[in-house]
């Protein structure tokens, strides 16, 4: 099993919809997990870190389910300039972080 | 400005020749990671530092790499007899020593190899 899977998308969304993204890591033993946004030719930046008992930021939830090996990633009231590709990390069996392929989303006028 | 910071933004070499790239972490900040990406894939782990020691190595990692931090601060990465596969976005990235603590991210050395 891969050590994160995360669904590619494309998710294309109409403007002030509410979209969601999971991923699933297979280290039971990890501990600290991110969300990441990248914009096209740019680098990663931190969007959220993610706390056992889920975070909101904003327009932004993040949650971690600890039982199922999942951290799920909630925007509402999607923004044009939402449009990115997000990247869920989790640490490796090493000690570096794993990144998911992403999620491209589109946010629609 | 304190980011992390890479040099060349940008290098187009030929097969066969070495690369050396570089890396300027956020000064506070005690590991820095190199990453490659390929476009539509996320970032991919080379290799990890934590100050001078050179902790873990991918194992996709060719013996053509290396990669130094010789004093604990700035980093850098080689590829020797460099290939067509090798073109990517090199990222490199610094954290401070907590296990919890975020990765920071520099704008990337673009490589491609004609």
């Known amino acids: 099993r891969k050590e994160v899977e995360q669904d590619p998308g494309p998710f294309n969304v109409p403007e002030g919809a509410t979209v969601a993204f999971n991923c699933t890591y297979s280290?039971?033993?990890?501990?600290?997990f991110f969300w990441y946004r990248q914009d096209c030719r740019k680098e990663p930046k931190l969007l959220m870190s993610?706390?056992?008992s889920g975070n909101e930021d904003g327009r932004f939830t993040a949650q971690l389910n600890r039982a199922s090996q999942y951290i799920s990633l909630l925007i509402r009231d999607s923004k044009l300039s939402d449009s990115a590709t997000y990247l869920c990390?989790?640490?490796?069996?090493?000690?570096?972080?794993?990144f998911g392929s992403g999620t491209q989303l589109t946010v629609l006028p | 400005d304190t980011g992390v910071s890479q040099d060349p933004r940008h290098k187009i070499t030929k097969r066969g020749q070495n690369v050396t790239f570089r890396c300027d972490p956020i000064?506070?900040?005690?590991?820095l990671y190199w990453y490659r990406q390929t476009l539509g894939q996320g970032p991919e782990f080379l290799t990890y530092?934590?100050?001078?020691?050179?902790?873990?190595k991918s194992r996709l990692l060719s013996d053509r790499f290396s990669a130094e931090r010789p004093k604990g601060s700035f980093s850098t990465l080689e590829i020797q007899r460099t290939e067509q596969g090798d073109s990517a976005m090199y990222l490199c990235?610094?954290?401070?020593?907590?296990?919890?603590?975020?990765?920071?991210f520099g704008n990337g050395t673009r490589l491609t190899v004609t």
């Open positions: 993610v706390y056992s």
């Open positions: 280290n039971s033993a990890s501990q600290s």
């Open positions: 000064s506070e900040h005690n590991r």
């Open positions: 990235a610094s954290s401070s020593y907590s296990e919890n603590s975020p990765l920071h």
């Open positions: 990390v989790v640490p490796g069996s090493a000690r570096q972080l794993t």
């Open positions: 530092f934590q100050n001078e020691a050179q902790l873990e």
